[in-house]
């Protein structure tokens, strides 16, 4: 009888070990963050008229914030609608000129980031280029966010 | 006999350290750094011995070239952008597992900066003139290639102990667990420059023109006209701990 005793006591501390790791590891998969992204739109900012924008093509981590640009600048939204960009965002990084020497040239972000009306495209690149590590901070936020 | 040095001994008082001058205390210090740097495979030695020789000047640095290719590598740290298309490409061509790099993009960040808030620093493996894992490795698993001064590794001689990389500056090493050895950055030799390639995968790879490679000992080089100038900073990693690096940072 005492055997059996010990036995089941052990029976039912290995499942409670196992069902505790197997919560962890569940929990641990919830907050995993998405790999390989096309871009981000985060919409925390919609009050200043549109959402931050991390461009994942040609190149990875690439920010446009409205909160800076509308909330701050104090920009009107026909400064760049719909003319240098389409309302629907991250649809630029479609067009395959959507790259550096395109802005050079005065297209996209290059109309005001020409060195007269703000610091010239081929200056200050991290400041947009808020790079892969950016990217993923953003990922993380719109996980959080989506989480609540 | 004995029982009068004991009492000799314990008639002593203590004089305390007030008097003594703070030349001889660092000179004290210095005697225990030098013994404990010995033990720690000689990258703490060179704390207290490399300090004026990592002081000098970049052509102190690199009076001669004793390579030939003499190669190297140069950054122009401002246009980085933490793209990471060269660590995809370094993962790529050198089979580089998730949990290790050869290359890595570091990141510094400032709320307060003035302007830009962020600077992204790509390193790697600075193949040294003076190289402290070469020095730290018991079976001269890594070693500097007597041509191309690139440190390389001997994966059949590596033991795995990773004496190499606390001795690394670095950090540039990591233990690959396929290969059962310290795994680290070869300028590409065995799976591109051996084979006729002029230029790492790395440095192929960047879209913003961040990584300069070449042969420092030809003057028709970039990476020479980009170190043998005084216009621009030029500088190198941890230069005080002697290990004369051969990778070197810029501006554009």
Known sequence: MRKVKVLAGTMILLLGFTGIAFVSEKNKEEVAIPEEPQGVVYYESEDFGGPEIVYAKPVRGVLFSHKYHVGELGLPCESCHNSIFEMQALKSQENPDFNMEALYKGKYCGACHNGESAFASNTKCATCHIGVKGLREYMKKLAEKEKK | ?252
């Open chain 2, 1 to 252: 006999m004995f029982r009068g040095i004991k009492e000799w001994l314990l008639s002593l008082k203590n004089e305390g350290v007030e008097q003594v001058p703070d030349e001889t205390k660092r000179e004290f210090l210095k005697i225990g750094l030098i013994i404990t740097g010995v033990f720690a495979g000689g990258s703490l030695f060179s704390v207290v011995s490399k300090v004026a020789e990592g002081l000098a000047s970049p052509e102190e640095l690199h009076k001669g070239y004793p390579y030939k290719p003499h190669y190297s590598m140069v950054f122009k740290l401002d246009r980085c952008i933490d793209c990471e298309l060269c660590m995809e490409a370094c993962r790529k061509t050198n089979h580089v597992p998730d949990y290790g790099w050869r290359t890595m993009i570091l990141r510094r960040h400032d709320e307060t900066a003035l302007d830009q808030k962020t600077l992204f620093m790509p390193i790697l493996c600075n193949h040294c003139n003076n190289p402290p894992c070469v020095r730290a490795c018991p079976t001269k698993a890594t070693y500097k290639d007597k041509k191309t001064g690139i440190v390389r590794m001997a994966y059949y001689k590596c033991l795995g102990c990773k004496t190499c990389m606390v001795a690394c500056p670095y950090n540039a090493r990591y233990f690959n667990e396929e290969k059962h050895a310290v795994d680290k950055c070869d300028f590409c030799w065995e799976s591109r420059l051996s084979k006729g390639m002029t230029i790492t995968a790395c440095a192929e790879a960047c879209p913003a023109g961040v990584r300069i490679f070449g042969d420092l000992s030809d003057p028709g080089s970039e990476v020479y006209q980009l170190v043998h100038q005084l216009a621009k900073p030029v500088w190198v990693l941890k230069p005080e701990t002697g290990a004369r690096p051969n990778v070197f940072y810029t501006i554009s």
